[in-house]
């Protein structure tokens, strides 16, 4: 069964603690990853795409890379503005949909 | 600003009631999704449209239908068959319906059973 798995559900940092959060996929026929960043009740807003194992992209504090099986975004020096739930998705060409995981929430404390 | 507008942002639905939840777009885009959102879970898709009069059944299009008569416009009818209907409802558009387009989203409806 395709799957995307986001690690860790919840994670607290310290205003400048720089971690990452994992999204892990076994999908097969992967034509793209998206990252997106949900505030409460709001909808997602689109981050990055990326294509191809080996690829990065930046964006402020964040930088998405993407591997074969799996994709992190990095957070250098959050600020609490940063606090959101972060989503992944994987765009499957079988099926031709969207799969998405359920979620980080980051919260950055001052 | 372009971008994509969901209305009503909250919405009650008595016992066996029909509810219709707006979708529209101004970003001139040709694929439209609906998505719920529950919590702990993952976005799943209710229906998509490709282009104007013509829609697909996602993953959980059961008790819901839908219908695309404009390029704008793509509503929600949650029907009383959908025996669950408390959720969170997203909109999305993107440019065409392959993946190396990213989904914009609405700001979402937040439905509730009275």
């Known amino acids: 069964e395709d799957q995307v798995t986001q690690s860790p559900e919840a994670l607290r940092l310290q205003e400048g603690e720089s971690s990452s959060l994992n999204c892990s996929y076994t999908v097969s026929g992967l034509r793209g990853l998206f990252w997106y960043r949900q505030d409460p009740g709001k909808g997602p807003e689109f981050l990055f795409t990326?294509?191809?194992a080996g690829e990065e992209k930046e964006k402020e504090r964040l930088k998405a890379t993407l591997t074969k099986k799996e994709s992190f975004l990095h957070i250098t020096a959050p600020k609490p503005e940063d606090s959101a739930t972060y989503l992944c998705?994987?765009?499957?060409?079988?099926?031709?949909?969207?799969?998405f995981g359920a979620g980080t929430i980051l919260r950055v404390k001052s | 600003d372009g971008g994509i507008t969901q209305s009503p942002k909250y919405l009650f639905r008595k016992e066996g009631q029909n509810v219709t939840l707006s979708c529209e777009q101004n970003l001139n885009h040709d694929a439209m999704y609906w998505y719920r959102q529950d919590p702990g879970q993952g976005l799943r898709l209710i229906y998509y449209?490709?282009?104007?009069?013509?829609?697909q059944k996602g993953d959980i299009a059961e008790g819901y239908s839908v219908s695309r008569e404009k390029k704008e416009s793509f509503p929600l009818t949650v029907t009383s068959a959908q025996k669950n209907p408390t959720a969170f409802y997203l909109c999305?558009?993107?440019?065409?319906?392959?993946?190396?387009?990213?989904?914009?989203f609405g700001d979402g409806t937040r439905l509730s059973i009275l």
């Open positions: 990326l294509y191809s």
């Open positions: 998705a994987v765009y499957m060409e079988y099926g031709n949909k969207l799969v």
């Open positions: 999305a558009s993107s440019l065409g319906h392959r993946g190396y387009q990213p989904q914009h």
């Open positions: 449209s490709q282009i104007v009069n013509d829609f």
